[in-house]
């Protein structure tokens, strides 16, 4: 059973459109999908993610229907924005423990998992690595990246390494990078029709 | 929700607003001190300090918060409740600051505004939050719906002396306006803050 199905998912309003996008992500696998706009792929990475209603067409994660089981998507998929986050490192810790807040967490092994990821991502900025961080302290079985930087591919990929990932970016070049070796990429890019 | 979600969302966002409440909380001392008899200036004052607090929340504002929070496992009602303790908070701390300074001019009626500035306060952010999800003429109409509701609750309370009333109707007013929030956060697609 694929852990994200989108069948002719489409999104209209609010002055924006996006898709229709079929995929499937199965566990393990990773997919990054190329969309010739920047805000076309947020909106997609919205919708697999649950966060936006598709106006047309099926998504599911992990079978969860997001027009009326949200919650059960969002427990499944974590989304990690494009945009930076305004952070410094001394908030780490009050990051973190409103991240493990969220999503009804023990704080204190939410930062014990969350210090683990830090060091792996050592070298990151910290405006990349809490977005990321923050979307792992849910433990989700997916986890999908809305036009992520294309820098910092293989240490994202590395961290992410054994759990479904769903990318969407604006150009070919930059979804070729999280399809890239040695991390035995197991996806591709689909452009929507 | 737990309390710990209902707090963790508290507190980041009052986080973000820190120095805005403490402009309120300062303004509303001054004001205090300049207006320190009848129950008029708090309910006036900190009802739109509590309205601009609530339109404050809107998305695209702190768009981080937002990110995570639309992300979380969270029910729209959970949200509502969550981010309508934020301006009610700082209104709040802003009402008891004016009941400060009130009270240091020599008012003796403070506490007795302060109460009612508490539940003006509720009545007018509960329903600004539902502006601040919204566009163009409802907008604007949720926001004088806002100040209706707390100018209701001091016409009742203190014009027709009828404190129980004025106090019956700003819970109301704030438990439907949640309520409609909650309803409009579930059903929110954030795509307009792409």
């Known amino acids: ?193 | 929700m737990t309390l710990r979600a209902l707090a963790g969302v508290g507190i980041a966002r009052l986080y973000v607003q820190r120095r805005v409440l403490l402009y309120a909380c300062a303004a509303a001392f001054v004001v205090g001190i300049l207006q320190p008899e009848g129950a008029i200036g708090p309910v006036v004052f900190c009802s739109l300090l509590g309205i601009a607090m609530a339109l404050s929340q809107s998305p695209g504002r702190h768009p981080h918060l937002d990110r995570c929070e639309q992300g979380a496992p969270l029910f729209g009602r959970e949200l509502a409740r969550a981010k309508g303790l934020v301006p009610y908070l700082g209104a709040s701390l802003a009402a008891l600051c004016y009941a400060s300074a009130q009270t240091v001019r020599g008012s003796h009626d403070a506490p007795f505004d302060l109460v009612i500035a508490l539940a003006a306060v509720a009545a007018s952010t509960s329903t600004a939050l539902c502006a601040s999800i919204r566009r163009g003429w409802p907008r604007i109409l949720y926001i004088l719906l806002a100040f209706t509701a707390g100018t209701m609750t001091y016409a009742l309370a203190v014009t027709a002396h009828a404190l129980l009333a004025g106090f019956a109707f700003a819970a109301l007013a704030s438990f439907l306006a949640l309520r409609q929030y909650g309803e409009a956060l579930a059903r929110y697609d954030p795509v307009e803050e792409l």
């Open chain 1, 1 to 193: 059973m694929p852990l994200l199905r989108m069948r002719n998912a489409s999104f209209e309003g609010g002055g924006a459109s996006a898709g229709p996008v079929t995929l499937d992500v199965y566990p393990g696998e990773r997919m990054a999908l190329a969309i010739g706009s920047a805000r076309e792929a947020s909106i997609v990475a919205l919708m697999a993610s649950g966060i936006v209603k598709p106006s047309h067409g099926l998504v599911l994660i992990d079978d969860f229907d997001p027009r009326i089981q949200s919650i059960n998507c969002k427990r499944v998929a974590a989304l990690v924005p494009h945009e930076p986050c305004g952070l410094s490192e001394s908030e780490f810790v009050r990051y973190v423990v409103y991240r493990a807040a969220l999503w009804k967490i023990e704080p204190r092994r939410a930062l014990a998992h969350a210090q683990l990821l830090r060091k792996r991502l050592r070298g990151m900025h910290e405006a990349f690595a809490f977005p990321l961080i923050g979307a792992l302290v849910g433990m989700p079985k997916l986890v999908v990246l809305d036009r992520p930087a294309a820098a910092y591919a293989p240490q994202i990929l590395a961290v992410l390494e054994g759990r479904a990932v769903f990318s969407t970016h604006a150009g070919s070049a930059e979804a070729r990078a999280f399809l890239a070796p040695p991390f035995a990429a197991s996806g591709h890019g689909r452009t929507p029709a």
